[in-house]
């Protein structure tokens, strides 16, 4: 593979990366944070079969560390990157990218503007100019707002299978855990939304960070977008944190009512047990890799059509340090969006669920080359394709699930995409 040389170069403050928004661009935000990377310096095939995740990690760490690199900032996200989202399943292949260009922020607002391109001999030293076609203008992104251009209005909305399938797999689950084969999976709906225009995923991204800061939002460049509210895995130096999501209840009705909806999860025996399978899993395979894992208690967050039970778990890293994709590859997937005992839960998810997943629940998000990064699991999300736009939703199905109940869940968890797909 020819060399590749990234030069990093700070951009003035109030720099918003998200600004005058490409297609095709990737893109991570959260909280104010910002990353948008365009065009591919290089790419990491993720092939099928186990131990996919973890070969990939070793790769992305031996091509990132190979890159020569004039980065001044030294700050997490700047350098080259690896970008992208995997597919749930071993089965599907998928792919990361080092975006030829990234423009970033943090959350001190500080803005940066990588570069990675071939590396001769003759440019040693010398300083990466603006991106093909760019000017100073365009990388500060001094027009702001959506997107101009059409985008849908109306929509009609396709279930796959429809509530029957959706009962039987709920029955079938709740047979399989009475049988003592699984203690817990996650099924998903799939549902397609036709536009009568073909969907922007720039003005749904920017919609979802707008609508959804708390969340990540996220696009690729294959047009798979979301918010999602659940953290896998973030790294910073010799620190690692994730925070699961189990449990869940609607929200709506007014504020009183979504108090008491919220007294109920929190004392709910079904909900606090799936939301305990889920942090019990992330704690024993991060003690794997880390010397210190520190557990707190789990805590409400409520998010604009759903309320869930979340843990902040925490981990010290040992020498070497993993890195994040490292930890990824570790911890996916999770009871929350798997189920537990992980691999009787997959094949029950493979019994059941009457589609592939595709990206759906994979990890989505990006690493550096000091190893530090941030993934979220993919959830809220839709994979844009012309008029079409495919969705999921999951819920967790443990003894005391119901059909009813769980089809009420993920038609709450379909709202936050439905509502920024369409322009009104």
Not at 44 to 72: C, F, N, S, Y
Not at 94 to 121: C, H, K, N, Q, Y
Not at 391 to 401: F, K, P
Request: charged fraction near 25%.
């Amino acid at each position: 593979m020819r060399s590749l040389r990234s030069v990093t170069r700070e951009l003035p403050a109030g720099t918003d990366p998200l600004d005058g928004l490409a297609a095709g661009s990737f893109v991570w935000s959260h909280e104010g944070t910002a990353l948008v990377g365009t065009g591919v310096a290089a790419r990491v095939a993720v092939a099928t079969g186990p131990g996919r995740l973890e070969k990939a990690a070793g790769e992305v760490a031996t091509l990132l560390g190979a890159i020569e690199v004039d980065d001044p900032l030294g700050l997490a996200g700047t350098g080259p990157l690896a970008v992208g989202a995997l597919a749930f399943h071993d089965g599907q292949e998928s792919e990361l990218i080092v975006p030829a260009r990234v423009v970033g922020r943090d959350a001190d607002g500080r803005a940066w503007v990588t570069e990675v391109g071939p590396a001769p001999a003759s440019a040693r030293g010398a300083v990466v100019g603006p991106a093909r076609g760019a000017t100073p203008t365009q990388v500060r992104g001094a027009t702001p707002g959506r997107p101009p251009g059409l985008e849908p209005t109306s929509f009609a909305v396709e279930s796959a299978g429809g509530r029957m399938a959706w009962t039987a797999g709920v029955r079938g689950a709740l047979d399989a855990i009475a049988a003592g084969r699984i203690e817990k999976v996650v099924l998903a709906r799939r549902v397609t939304v036709w536009g009568d225009q073909p969907f922007a995923a720039a003005a749904v991204v920017d919609r979802l960070r707008r609508s959804h800061p708390s969340c990540f939002t996220f696009a690729t460049p294959a047009g798979f977008v979301g918010a999602s509210p659940e953290l896998l895995l973030r790294r910073r130096g010799r620190w690692a944190w994730s925070r699961p999501m189990a449990g869940t209840v609607e929200r709506g009705g007014g504020r009183a009512e979504d108090r008491r909806r919220e007294s109920a999860l929190r004392s709910s025996p079904k909900e606090r047990d799936e939301h305990r399978l889920v942090v019990e899993d992330v704690k024993a395979r991060l003690e794997r890799a880390c010397p210190e894992v520190f557990v707190k208690r789990p805590e409400v967050v409520a998010l604009s059509s759903v309320t869930h039970l979340a843990t902040s778990v925490t981990a010290r890293l040992g020498t070497p340090a993993p890195t994040a994709l490292d930890l990824v590859a570790l911890l996916h997937p999770t009871p929350a969006v798997g189920g537990a005992p992980r691999e009787a839960a997959l094949a029950a998810l493979a019994a059941l669920e009457p589609f592939d997943r595709g990206l759906y629940a994979g990890p989505v998000g990006w690493v550096d080359r000091r190893g530090d990064g941030d993934w979220a699991v993919a959830l809220r999300c839709a994979q844009l394709d012309g008029r079409r736009a495919t969705l999921w939703a999951g819920a967790g199905i443990v003894t005391g699930s119901s059909p009813e109940a769980e089809w009420a869940e993920t038609q709450a968890k379909l709202e936050p995409m439905l509502r920024a797909l369409v322009r009104v």
